[in-house]
């Protein structure tokens, strides 16, 4: 789309699955764009999806969508094995992609779909909306800025559940058809708020479990990650938690940061407790009065804003790879009995640049 900042955005969307409802209410919530078509596998899918969110037109698939509609933005939100397909598909056409996490399973695939991106000089955008919201912009200024100190350690967990027939539906749960497990599909959420907080990663050492579910890949794992800038993490992921929580918690010299939330964030999940000795420093870190929780909404309207400026992506928006990167090391890391992975090691890798198929520990009864 050419650059004017008045131009309404017209978005397609593929796939009417459970996420495709938070895309079209976004998409609904701003005034400077509209959902403008829809395609499913199932066409009875995609009318349903259409009658619901009041979308004019539905398709049989990709390719006559976008010979029809001609969409400045394609929204995916199907399973990540078609991601790159259809990712290729849109930028031939001329639209910039959003895209569900994780955006690929695997690396290569994504360096695939960045490349024609950048051919079609056009945008691509991962849905990772834990970057969002004002509470993390407030956070994430403050530790870039050193007001806190310098970030020492850190725990990163995605504790969920998700029982049996979560994992009956055809897809999840194996290699070929998901990509991974719960450090792929769940986890990756929150490492990518704590990268984003902290920045570069340097190194990874996981491994991966299968604790109780009937699974192909891992259902927990567990992981020391390093941070270019000196932090150290401790990571945990798990589908069989019962009481679920995603938090992090980052201990910095002045300070301890902490987000307790399950799938997204208010200022109320936030807190910023002062060390001993900085208490009268903590007026200075309180969160500012206006709130906007993260979510989908803040994200896309971040990536049309953008888009009709003509400039990169925002922050909450760029460096798709930043976070499948360390998750790709944490496999790697397991594939090699938890042997350290750096980004160097990672980006040579003879096997887990093209797939995350890795062992994993079984310790279920027999």
Known sequence: MTTDPDRVVRCALVG??????????????????????VTDLSAEAARAFAETHGVPAVHDDLDALLT?????????????????????????????????????????ELDDMRRA????????????????????????????????GRPLIAQCQTLWFRDADYFAVPWRGRWSTEGGGTTLGHGIHQLDLLAFLLGDWASVEARMWRL??????????????????????????????????????????????????????????????????????????????REIPSGHAPLLHDVFTALRAGGPLPPTADAPARSLEIVAAMYASAAADGR???????????????????PVTDLRPR
């Open 16 to 37: 009417t699955g459970n996420v495709a409802r938070l895309h079209a209410e976004a998409v609904a919530a701003d005034p400077a764009a509209r959902l403008v078509a």
């Open 68 to 108: 029809s509609e001609h969409p400045d933005v394609v929204l995916i939100c199907t399973p990540p094995a078609v991601h790159r397909e259809q990712a290729l598909a849109a930028f031939a056409a001329g639209a910039h992609v959003v895209v569900e996490k994780p955006p690929a399973p695997s690396l290569d």
């Open 117 to 148: 991106a950048d051919a079609a000089d056009r945008r691509l955008a991962v849905v990772f909306q834990q970057r969002t919201g004002t509470a993390a912009a407030h956070v994430k200024h403050l530790l870039d800025s050193g007001a806190l």
């Open 212 to 289: 109780d579910r009937e699974t192909e890949t891992e259902d927990a794992s567990t992981a020391t990650l390093r941070f270019a800038g000196g932090t150290v993490a401790q990571v945990a992921a798990s589908a069989v938690s019962p009481r679920q929580t995603s938090s992090i918690r980052i201990d910095t010299q002045k300070a301890t940061v902490t987000v307790d939330h399950l799938y997204g964030h208010g200022h109320e999940n936030w807190a910023i407790t002062p060390a001993p000795g900085f208490e009268h420093e903590a007026a200075a870190w309180e969160l500012p009065s």
């Open 340 to 358: 350290p992975i750096t980004p160097g090691e990672l980006a040579t890798h003879p096997t887990h640049r093209t797939g995350f198929e890795s």
